[in-house]
Structures are given as C-alpha cells and as structure tokens.
C-alpha cells in the first residue's frame, strides 16, 4: 500500500511542478528533492512490502514512508487551496500579486516550514532505505525483475470468466440441498423454521441460495423473499428492505408512506398482514444474535399453511432458539470430503480440471491445510491459478509461505492464514483497491459502477496506453474476482459486473490490515478506533455521536454514509465538512433537505453523491467546485441545473433524474433536468443521464444540438425528445465516436422519434456508431432506423411503445453480436417469424403487451444460443410459439398474464402435445395477477 501511496503522490508532485511550479517561489527546489528522494525509496517498497509481515522494524520504515507522503500530498493540496485556486477568482495575475498580502505571506511561511519539515524526515527514512537494501542484499536489478514479474504475472492470466467459479462451488452440494428441499416441501401444513449453522467458510449462504431458487421450490410457496442480516444491522431498515422483496416478488412500487415509518412493531404489523393469506418462504441469511430472532419472529404469521422461514448463522444458540429446540430442523454444515475438496481444487486451479503428475504432491499438502473448507480452496486455488504449472518452485514457494505453523491452528484460523496469503500475493494496486472495500457494510451488496468510479476518483486506478480508465479499473475487479477474493453477485449486459461482495471473512482480514495502514476508518456506531489522522471514514446505519470523542477531521479526504436513515447531526456533518481536503463525498439515501453551504468551499471535491435525498434545489455556488468530476443526483427532487454548471470544465459524470412508477403501464419512466443551452460547454462529461430535450416548445430544442459537441460521451440518457428534434439528434450521434450507451424518452408513449436519418459513416457500409453497445428507445417509431441494422457492436436493445408495423426482426436478426432484446409493445402485426441464421448470439428475448399477436415461429437453427424468452401480455397467443423444441439452450421460460387457452393446455393433466414441445426447458414459470397479486405456478420440464 506504501508503495501505491507512494507512486500516487509522486504522479501529484510531477503535475503540481508542472503546473504550479511557478507559484513555489524559493521552495520549488525543495519540493523536487522530495520529490527525488521518494522515487529513489519507490521501487524499492514494491520488495519490502512483500517482506514487512516478517520484520517489525520493516514495518515501522514502511509506515514512516506512508506517513509522509500522506503528509506531502496534504500540505501541497493545502498550497493549492490557499493559493493556486485564487486564479479562479479572478485574483491572479502575478506570483508578486498573490504573495502581496501580509495573510497569504504567513500561509506561505507556514507551509515553506511545513516542506522544510516533511523534507528533514524523508532524508532520515531514506537513510533507512540504503540500510535496508544492504542488509536485505536487494540490488536495483532484483527490485527491477520484481516488477516485471508483476508486470508477467498479470499478462499470463488470462481465465477472466468469473461465472465459472460459481460452478466451482457447488462440489458437495447435491445431498444436503436435497435434504433441506425436503424439509421444506414435506410434512404438515404447520409453520416450520429450518436453520443452517457452520462456521463461516463453510458454504451456508450458497447452499440455502441454491435451495431458495430451486425449481420444486419456487413452484411450492407463492411468495419468497431474501433477507442478509449481518452483525451489524438497521432494524427499521432490515423491516423496509423486507418489505421491498415482497412488493418485488408481486412487480408493484412499496406504499410511500411506508418509507416514513419509523415504528418497527407498525412496519412488524404491515408484513404480516401481506403475509397472513399466503403460503411464503423468508429467507434471513446470517443471523447472529438470538434477539434478532426473538425480534422478528411476531412479523411471521404461523397461518398453518405451510409456510417456512430458513435462517443462517454461525451460532449454534441461534440455530436451536429459532427452531424451538427441534433438532431435526438443524442442519449442521460438514467440511468437504477429500474427494469433494480435491475436485474443486482442481476445476478451479487447472484450465482442464487436471492436476499435472509433478504438481500432485505439493497440491496435496496445501489442500490438507483447507481442511475441506470450501472459502479456503477457492482462495488458495485462486492463488495457485497465476503460477506456472511448468514451475514446482513457485508453488512450494505457496507450500513454504503458509508454513507449518498451521498444523496447530484450528479451521478459522487456518482460512484467515491462507486469506492473507492470497492477500499479500496481490500487486500492489490490487492491494490498495480491496484495502479500500473494507468502507463497505458486512454483507453489502456493491454496485460495481459505484465502486469503480470511487477506485478512480481515490487515484487507485493507473493509467494505461490505449484504454480509457474505466476498463482498467474493471480489469482491476476481473482480476480480483478470479483470484477469489470478489463474489460476483450479478452482471449486466455483455457480461459486465453489476454487483459483487466480499465474504465476511475475507473482510474481517482487510478491516484489520485496512485500520493498520490507515486507508478508512469505519463507524458503525459502536465503539471506534480512531486513528491519528482520518483520513477517509465511512459511518455504517445511524451514527452515534458519543462515539466520535471530538475526533479532528483536518485531514479527512473522503466521506461516505450507508443506508443512514436519518440526516446526520448538523454539528458533527459541519465538522466533517470543514476539511479543506475532502475530495469524496458521499451523502446518498441520507434525509439531507438541501445541500449544505459548506460543500461550495470545498476546492478540492472531486466526487458529490447525494443520491436518494431530499435535495430539491441545486444554488448557483456549485460553479465553484471547479475540481468536480462526478455529481450524482438521481431519484432527488432536482428538475433543473443553474447555469453555473457550465464552469465545471472537469465534471465527467453529470447523474440527475427523477424516477416514477406509472401505474396504468406498470413501468418506471424517467424524468430528466433542464440546463442552460450550452451543455455543450462541458468537455469532459463521459455519463449524462438524463437530460431533458425539450426547452422549449417552438423550435428545435439547442439541447440536442450541443449534444454533438460532447465528443467524449460514453452514456447518453435523453428525456422528452420530441419528433421534431429527431434529425438533429441524429446529427450530433455522428460525432460521438465513444458512445456506449444510449437511451431516449420521448415526451410521451405515442410522440414519434424520428431517428430515420442518415448517419454519416467512414463507409459507405457501416454506421459511425460501432462503439454503441445498448441502445433503449422508448416512444412511438414509424419506422426503424435504418442505420440500427449496421450497429455491428450491439450487445442488447429495448424498445418499448415502438408500435411499429414493420416487423422489427428484419432489422435486427443479422446484428452479429446482440445477446439480449426487449420489445415491449413494439411491434402491431399478427405474426414474428425467427429465421434460420438469425440471432446467432442471443441468449435473452422479452416480449411484451402485443396485444395483435397471433402467432410466433422459430425456425430450427434461429437462436441456437437462447437461454431466457418471456413472453408477457400477448392475449391472443393461444399456441405455444411453433418450433420453440429447437431452442435447446433454453434454460427458462416466463408466461406472464397470458391467454387462458395456452395456459389452460399447458396446466391440463400430461400437458399433451403442447407440453412436450417444452419438456426440455427445466423452468416453465406461469404469472397471474388475481386478487391484487401475482401467483406463481412453475411447470418443471425436467
């Protein structure tokens, strides 16, 4: 992390001699010899990292390092605020101007002794250095071939499919899920808890997940809901999440009022009413305290129905509590057997799942230390996946690291070992970046665009020629994910990350490293440790006051709140703020009515998130943050953006909308925010979502048009967009060679988009948008397109309200990329025939509310690849779509709210031939909305 830290700093001293030298004056010098000093000691930590764990006073040299250039960066981020930023105000016009004023002669004094101070240490801790690389006998050489080892290590890895090491874990799984499924599924009609208690490790959460998503199951109980609890939970807030997946479950908004409930026996009372008439299955994943338990269980109705809840937990006083001292309803996890143990090892450490003959014994040794727990195997096999199967060393190196101190140790400490291990094997980039995960809450499921983009405004992430920064900062998480220490939880189109997590105890091993190298400190309330300086902190649920002991936050430079629900105290918030440093802040989902004044002092603010709150207004003081990159105010009360915002030369990410739930379509539709005209001033803005076309109503909207000059868009989200606004559109889409994502709203569901327009291309046979990824149009088209048939990189496309008369497929059956398509009321003929050929790649389709549908085919070699059709609100569908037995890739099809004669063919007894045509499929789910909620019957193929 020193080394990181180091290597960042260092970046800043280069810029800051490049571009405020001439403001230093005398002290330029010293500044360079800094500068100097801490490149000599850079290369040189990338070894002693790797060696500190071994020798205490290693360690203290390392934290010295670290400390000061902590402190460089702080003092020339304090120059910058004092000094540099008062060009902005119009004041600069010489450094004899600037230093002119008796106040600013001081500030310069004090930090000419502050430079002159932090340059005393560093000479000190170089001489430290020389010591050091004597005495460990390091020449420049070594250290240099260190880092191309590195640099080697990451070119050689190449198994960056991360859904493959969810296979990897279901060795084992088969007989204890089939035991559980039939505690579910058997016995009386009475109320039922069953629960799962282990130590962590063992694979509790995976196991009962893929007992939760069972076939036999989901068709079983009409409602299931997934809860995680953690150690440390919110009460009101778990009641509110729970409350949210049960409205999920039947496809409706929650109550609003709801989210103004504050009573938890009121909130108890309003789940067991939604759940009194139905037969439910709640799952509570990692319950840890028998209150908990004694908590919830008044929300449960015991309507005898057969209804069941499923808990996890470490402690077994958990487990019996909760089942009432029924043993047959615990399930105690077993270690893996040999067998079981050396299969996952295997898949997961060798690309053909063979282990060669010279690799076998020391692969035995290190899978004896796993002891059969399947978080260790992953790990440890994560580890071994990067060395060279030609090279026994490397891995007796493994063996020799993890040591036979081990053989005395029990379970949980044998994981946490073979964790850190798989931790200090990382590059220190790497390091940095899961260091920096540890901000996040036990258990929490991150938005990976969100984590990313904080790697990156942290300067985490380094630069690399020919990539933009953001895919090598997912890079940085691919490769996080295949060494095993990222749980990937879902993805999004294209296979990219959506969300992941990290495993409880993994996390336990980065908070502790994370506090000793002072990354973030973390708050959940309860007692906290503060270090001398914070640097960044992260407050967890609702913060206790008492626990902040008059903590000094001058050097705080990042702020983020989870799940808060409550405004935090104003006198503790202006504290926080007070930190002329604070380059992230992070305020989302708290009960902030406006944005504070303090924030607009703020020079150095690079990221604002303020997502979720109350905010309603936005002042004109924002035009000083002029070291803005990301603003985020989505789903707030902001409908438009003072002019100012155009003197945020930096700003990247410009996030702003409204959503609401429409409820006669059953749809979220987005409402964007008005600007000024000239958006087109903002250069650098890669993300803009959403912005609304209309700014007037009776000439083409200039909006669109300066669309056009932002030539390093990447994602582009659009609001009412009316027909005449459409050729324009067009024009400025020509000059977005970057773009990934594009959505557009029209004003209404019936105003035509016009985007039938030429876009002008390099050649004559192919679109200029080959960059464009996903593209959503949301509004009436008379016709398709023409230039969408040439979007040769189209991974997935939505179009909804389209009510085109043109069959749509003609467009897009021959797009060699296109792996998921959504059309919802796009298309009014009687009939979509899939052709032979077509849709080579897809492995989604949903169709939608086409009410004149009559009939569907699927030619046999027409989406070989398929894996997922809905079909929705096609009432006059009364045949299963002809040739649906080709797909037989297809792993699951939805049947929502459709014709009673198709349904009622495939519910009679045998299914007949109707049924057979799906027998391959093993999910068959049927949706109906009776009574206010959506019953669920799933017919199983195989």
Known sequence: MAETVLSFVLDQLSIFLREEGRLLGGLRQQVQLISDELGHMRAFLKVAEAKEDDDPRLQEWIKQVREAAYDTEDVLDEFVFRFARQRSKGFYGSVKRIFNSIKNLRARHRVASEIQSIQARIKQISEGHQRYQSEYGISTD???????????????????D????????????????????????????????????????????????????????????????????????????????????????IKKPVPQWIESVTSPSELKEFIKDFLQHGRYLIVFDDVWDVEFWNSIKFAMPENNNGSRLMLTTRKMDVASASCEGSREHVHKMKSLSYEESWTLFCNRTFENGCCPNHLKKVAEVLLGKCDGLPLAILAISGLLALKDVSRIDEWEMVRLSLGGELESTGKLDRVNNILCLSYNDLPSHLKTCLLYMSIFPEDYEIQCQRLIQLW?????????????????????????????????????????????????LLREVIVSKCWEQNIATVTTGQHTRWPEKVQRLAIHNLYDNSSQESRCFDHLRSLITFESTESLPQKLLSELLSSKLLKVLDLGK???????????????????????????????????????????????????????????????????????????????????????????????????????????????SGIVKEIGKLTQLRELGITNLRRKDGKELCSSLEKLANIKELIVYSTRKDEVIDLDHSIPSSSSSSSSLQSLRWLALNGHLEKMPQWIACLQGLVRIDLFWSGLRQNPLESLQYLPNLGEVALKNAYQGEGLCFKAGGFLKLKVLYLGVSKGLRWMRVEEGAMPRLQKLSLEGIPLLKELPFGIQHLRQLQKLDLVEMSSQLIDKLESEGGGQDYQQIAHIPQVIIYRWTDGEWNERLLSGK
């Open 142 to 160: 070594q250290v240099s071939g260190s880092a191309a080892a590195v640099d080697k290590k990451a070119w050689r890895y190449s198994r960056d």
């Open 162 to 249: 991360a859904l493959l090491v969810e296979e990897a874990r279901l060795v084992g799984i088969d007989k204890p899920k089939q035991q559980l499924i039939s505690q579910l599924l058997e016995g009386d009609s009475e109320f039922k808890v069953i629960s799962v208690v282990g130590m962590g490790g063992l694979g509790k959460t995976t196991l009962v997940k893929k007992v939760h998503e069972d076939a036999d199951v989901r068709r079983h109980f009409q409602i299931r809901a997934w809860i995680t609890v953690s150690q440390t939970f919110n009460y009101e807030e778990l009641l509110k999440s729970l409350i949210r997946k049960l409205h999920a479950e």
């Open 456 to 504: 990156i405004v942290e300067r985490f992430v380094e630069k690399r020629g020919g990539m933009t920064i953001e895919d090598v900062a997912y890079d940085y998480l691919k490769e996080l994910v295949n060494r095993s220490l990222i749980q990937l939880t879902d993805v999004f189109y294209e296979g990219l990350p959506d969300t992941c997590r990290i495993h409880d």
């Open 590 to 700: 708290t009960q902030l009515e406006e944005i504070p004044n303090e924030i607009f002092n703020l020079f150095h603010l690079k990221y604002l998130c303020l997502r979720e709150t109350r905010v309603k207004t936005v002042p004109k003081s924002i035009g000083k943050l002029q070291n803005l990159e990301y603003l985020n105010l989505g789903k707030t009360e902001v409908r438009e953006l003072p002019m100012e915002i155009k003197k945020l030369k930096k700003l990247s990410h410009l996030i702003v909308y409204k959503r609401i739930f429409n409820y006669e379509d059953d749809y979220y539709e987005y409402c964007g925010f008005k600007t000024w005209a000239k958006i087109g001033e903002l250069p650098a803005l890669q993300k803009l979502r959403y912005i609304d076309a209309a700014e007037n109503d009776d000439e083409t």
